[in-house]
């Protein structure tokens, strides 16, 4: 940490890449789904993170999330699926 001319406040250093690390290899089933894990060292030590593969989200990619092309748009749709499937 610098600290400015003008005063006392601290002038961070940018983030550079050498503060995202892959994970140890003990480690690399952290992330779930494929995901990818990775390290950020910090100050108060070192945190696990994953980057999710498209289709999952979380903190450890343990959350399927549907593709919104997927999902039906028009509800009439839906109704009409509900009630033929309600009759069986």
Known sequence: IKYS?????PTLPP?????FKPCQEKDLAY???DG???VIETLSGPHKH???KEGFQGIRCDQF???T???LSDPSELTFMFH?????
């Open 5 to 9: 001319r003008r005063g006392t406040s």
């Open 15 to 19: 983030l550079k890449s050498e503060h």
């Open 31 to 33: 992330c779930l789904n």
């Open 36 to 38: 990818e894990c990775f």
């Open 50 to 52: 994953c980057r999710c």
């Open 65 to 67: 999330l549907p593709k």
């Open 69 to 71: 092309d997927s999902i």
């Open 84 to 88: 033929i499937q309600k009759r069986y």
